[in-house]
């Protein structure tokens, strides 16, 4: 059988792409050579997530007494059986939100390894090794890489031969370890190091750049890390491991010189695309410097049936983006449409607490790119929301061209900078200047409220103002 789309992966990227086929009422086939949903559902944001919720309520029942006549405590965390649930939250999902919607949808899901033979006719085609056994042959009019990414772990003297946890395995131990180090500050070194911190863990993060979230602004790094030392957590930042060993049952590492101990190392610094086996070579599809398959602004590679989305593609490595990649693919692929995705005010969200959240461009970015602009800070203790909630920890950045006032970039850290960001992403797609926004209707007592605040803050001095004043 002749499919219109082969989807090698299964992940949010292979899905979109397939019920958007499904959709059209075109044929598909899906090749998956792992554990159906992709990173996602099984390692990633849902995993993570749900771990670092849970210890969210144990670190608010330990600090409740932040308020006058509350107390709360937390016992000592079973953290097996949190693992436990956990494993059964990803298996409910992984089932209702991919295997089940493949069967809903009319698509098969082909367990094994996919690797391109030579083309034959004038085509390329899959030949499937079966996860069972024996073999398959996939023909399409058209192919989808969404194969997505793993953790890549940096060349440390030791490493390998040590042993390390990836954000993958950390999420699949059975046991809390006394002490963790985290290399990597970057989201997932940020997130993993606050969870176990919250858990009871003691934890030190070493990131070699010269602060925590180095992509984002400074100010956000520092607001972090001003965190993270209220939690005990230890942060080194520019610094480097150059060496890690085990030695009496303990992880011993070498930073900028000085010998630390650890029951457990993690390291954090960042994912590479999955590629390894697919034989891209003989459809002519090129692969980048990182490995990423390389592709045009339609997602389409060199080889004009075949395609790439998510992870592997290079892009931004967020579940969302891949799905819009995914959608995309299929109407490029299926009907010719040639749509691309504009990325500048694409979101990105850091899930600590309080969260970082950012839109746009930063100072610095802006700088490289000639762009003339001003900048203001507004601290969360002039926002109302965050002193009622009695937590003044973080900040509201916004970056706007000088001239004219538009705003180019929003960093957000606060509780709640996720949803907050949602409205920046709205001004920065729409040129909203930032009289627009100071003027812009917001509910009072919330904390998307402080984006309006910083906003005025270009024009007027908001700790002047009373507590609902606009």
Known sequence: MMFDLAVI?????????????????????????????????????????????????R??????????????????????????????????MRSG?????????????????????????????????LTEGGARRVEAAHYLIATGSAPWAPPIDGLADAGYLTSTTAMELTELPGSLLVVGGNYIGLEQAQLFARLGVRVTVVEMMDHLAPNEEPEAGAAIADVFAD???????????????????????????EEL?????????????????LN?????????????????????????????????????????????????????????????????????VTFTSPAIAAVGLTDAQAGRQGVDCECRVLGLENVPRAIVNR????????????????????????????????TAVYAVQEGMTVDQVARTWCPYLTMAEGFKLAAQTFTRDVAKLSCCAS
């Open 59 to 92: 670190h608010v029942a330990m600090e409740a007494g932040r308020f006058p006549g509350i107390r709360a405590d937390a016992e000592d965390v079973d953290f097996a059986e949190l693992i436990g649930g956990k494993n059964a939250l990803v298996d409910d």
């Open 261 to 277: 101990r650890f029951d457990e190392v993690l390291v954090a610094t960042g994912r590479r695309p999955v590629t390894d086996g």
């Open 231 to 257: 939690e005990g957590i230890e942060a080194r930042t520019a610094a480097t491991v150059t060496e890690i060993r085990r030695a009496d049952g303990h992880v011993v590492a070498t930073v900028d010189g």
């Open 9 to 57: 992966g299964s992940g949010g990227a292979a899905f979109a792409a397939a019920i958007a086929a499904r959709r059209k009422d075109r044929s598909v086939v899906m090749v998956e050579r792992s554990t159906v949903g992709g990173t996602c559902v099984n390692t990633g944001c849902v995993p993570s997530k749900a771990l670092l919720a849970a210890a969210e309520a």
């Open 97 to 129: 939100k991919y295997v089940d919607l493949a069967k809903e949808y009319g698509f098969d899901i082909v367990a094994g390894q996919a690797r391109f033979a030579d083309e034959v006719g004038g085509g390329p085609v899959l030949d499937v090794e």
């Open 280 to 348: 891209l070579e003989a459809v002519g599809v090129a692969t980048g410097e990182r490995g990423e398959v390389v592709v045009d602004a339609h997602l389409r590679t060199a080889n004009p049936r075949v395609w790439a989305a998510g992870d592997v593609a290079g892009q931004a490595q967020f579940v969302y983006v891949a799905g819009a990649q995914g959608a995309m693919v299929a109407d490029n692929a299926l009907d010719g449409a040639e749509r691309t995705l504009d990325y500048s005010p694409l979101p990105r």
């Open 391 to 422: 937590d003044t920890r973080g900040l509201i950045k916004i970056v706007a061209e000088r001239d004219s006032g538009r705003v180019l970039g929003v960093t957000v850290v606060a509780e709640g900078a996720g949803d907050v960001i949602a």
